[in-house]
């Protein structure tokens, strides 16, 4: 593998041992680790080149501004919100896992670190950071064609059409690059767990085993769910935009997924939901059992 083929983490962290550990555990091969004990030194970082950086990996204890505070600096960037958060907690510290889920940390490294959670954490990052770069990067490619849209319906299967719709629609929204991960992920969300049944269990066993692309196409072919679709409502009117999705699946408790807590915190999947919703829309409503949702996107 080429230097440049491997993925660059940022660690801000001054905690030695846990540097070590990241070290150790780490491929070389695969990974570039570019460290820091200063919060605004990594901030300053990332600012200066948001692309060059896979993703970050926040210790408990850094200098010059707290984990968390520098945290919501960096979701609250819409430039760099997109980079996946990697953060550092006690194992055993329920109270201080949730103190950083309602800080908005999507990905977590038990501490002390060990070999077989940390490149698994790592990993789901990096899919879902490749799977954000990748639709950001397609959806600079897409241009809006002749008048702006106002209102279209699109009827998608695949996870090939579940992406061209969702950068025909993020084009039309304020924030394209930020608007098509979140729509995406609703949208693969709908295929894979609505029409497709594939439950979380199913995809935590499927992500393990890296067949998940193989069980979706093994899936669209078989007669009980080849002839589903996925519904897409788009519309724009002065003050937002609303993209509904409906699937022809069974439905889903969409309250266990609207935020992470302790037990899923080192799955290695179930961030979509949460993503979209803070990535890209200002709210979410769900109708029905769950295979109906309402995305909002405001219109400054």
């Known amino acids: 593998m080429n230097n440049s083929d491997r993925h660059k983490l940022l ?3 001054e905690n030695p041992a846990a540097i070590n550990a990241l070290q150790k555990f780490l491929d070389v091969n695969r990974y570039e680790l570019v460290t820091t004990h200063d919060g605004e030194e990594g901030f300053r970082l990332l600012m200066k080149d948001p692309h060059s950086f896979h993703a970050v990996i926040l210790g408990k204890s850094i200098q010059n ?28 510290s329920v109270e201080e896992m949730q103190t950083c889920i309602r800080a908005g940390a999507r990905y977590y490294i038990p501490l002390p670190i060990e070999g077989k959670i940390l490149p698994q954490v ?10 954000y770069s990748n639709a950001q990067k397609k959806v600079e490619e897409t241009k809006a064609i002749g008048e702006p849209i106002l209102r279209a319906e699109f009827s998608i299967r695949t996870l090939e059409e579940a992406q061209t719709v969702g950068n025909v629609i993020a084009a039309e929204c304020p924030n394209p690059r930020l608007a098509v991960v979140g729509i995406t992920e609703m949208l693969i969300n709908a295929i894979e767990h ?5 439950s979380y269990h199913e995809k935590t066993k499927l992500q393990q085993s890296e067949t998940w692309l193989q069980e979706i196409a093994r899936r669209l072919t078989l007669p009980e769910y080849k002839e589903r679709r996925v519904a897409v409502k788009f519309e724009k009117v002065a003050s937002h935009i609303n993209i509904r999705i409906t699937d022809q699946g069974n439905g889903f408790n969409w309250r266990d997924f609207q935020n992470l807590d302790n037990k899923r915190v080192f799955d290695n ?5 949460i993503m979209a919703r803070s990535l890209a829309f200002e709210s979410m409503i769900y109708h029905g059992n769950g295979n109906d949702v309402e995305c909002i996107i405001p219109i400054a």
């Open 122 to 131: 790592i990993a789901a990052a990096m899919r879902d950071q490749l799977r």
């Open 194 to 198: 609505g029409n497709l049944n594939i």
């Open 269 to 273: 999947h179930g961030r979509g939901i």
């Open 11 to 13: 660690v801000v962290d």
């Open 65 to 92: 501004i707290t984990s968390i505070k520098l945290l919501h600096r960096i979701n609250s960037s819409s430039n760099i919100k997109v980079i996946p958060v990697i953060m550092e907690a006690d194992a055993d």
